[in-house]
């Protein structure tokens, strides 16, 4: 969550050496300013138009479509290596609808949709080995509500249970990472109820012991 956040800073407030005249990439003609010294249309920043960094000249850093200066539509960011970088959905020069970040390897790093500053709906963030991390569920007003879970790197599930708005909410299962049950605790309220808590040694072996998913 905290990388759109960071991407968020980055589109809203980036400031590239761009021509004031249109340009042509292939058969289009992109980055057009109008007589009022507004963005329109499509526009498409190469690594000339940010100097000093890893991209190439000619390389694509950015691509969307700008109506009256406001980014609007799908704009689709890359990393130096030319992988995807993100693809976000903009409303009136604003983050506004479905959004998927990426790790540099080209694994999708996180996915969700994004209203008024805040994930809303299903959420998901994932491993740099492709694998779930986090499945989450936000209610409109941001705040974690429903079924949550988490996951190991190798795909099995590490903590499930439900949140009612932002808050821990009856029985919270934790498991090892062989599959078998490690603890049960019932919550209210986000505060756990001590006498209801029970943990259990695992019943198979654990071939691989690897950090269990940040619960927060």
């Known amino acids: 969550m905290k990388k759109l956040l960071y991407i968020l800073i980055t589109v809203c407030g980036a400031s590239y050496?761009?021509?004031?005249?249109?340009?042509?990439?292939?058969?289009?003609?992109?980055?057009?300013?109008d007589v009022d010294g507004k963005k329109q249309g499509?526009?498409?920043?190469?690594?000339?138009?940010?100097?000093?960094?890893?991209?190439?000249?000619?390389?694509?850093v950015e691509e969307g479509k700008y109506q009256?200066?406001?980014?609007?539509?799908?704009?689709?960011?890359?990393?130096?290596n030319s992988n995807m970088k993100n693809k976000l959905t903009f409303v009136n020069g604003r983050p506004d609808g479905y959004a998927i970040m990426y790790h540099e390897n080209g694994?999708?790093?996180?996915?969700?949709?994004w209203k008024n500053q805040r994930w809303v709906g299903n959420y998901k963030l994932y491993y740099e080995n492709g694998q779930v991390q986090h499945e989450f569920v936000f209610n409109p007003s941001g705040k974690r509500d429903g079924a949550q879970k988490y996951f190991y790197d190798n795909g099995q599930i590490a903590i499930e249970g439900n949140f009612a708005n932002g808050k821990e909410s009856g029985l919270?299962?934790?498991?090892?990472?062989?599959?078998?049950?490690?603890?049960?605790?019932?919550?209210?309220?986000?505060?756990?109820?001590?006498?209801?808590?029970?943990?259990?040694?695992?019943k198979k072996p654990i071939a691989k012991k690897s950090d269990e998913p940040a619960y927060y």
């Open 17 to 33: 050496a761009q021509s004031q005249s249109s340009e042509v990439v292939g058969n289009d003609t992109v980055n057009r300013i």
């Open 107 to 113: 694994k999708i790093s996180e996915e969700g949709n």
């Open 68 to 80: 009256d200066n406001r980014k609007t539509g799908i704009w689709v960011e890359y990393y130096c």
């Open 172 to 202: 919270i299962k934790e498991f090892h990472e062989n599959g078998d049950i490690k603890a049960e605790k019932n919550y209210a309220d986000g505060n756990v109820d001590v006498a209801s808590i029970k943990e259990y040694a695992p």
């Open 42 to 60: 499509k526009w498409i920043l190469m690594g000339k138009h940010k100097p000093g960094t890893c991209y190439q000249p000619e390389q694509k």
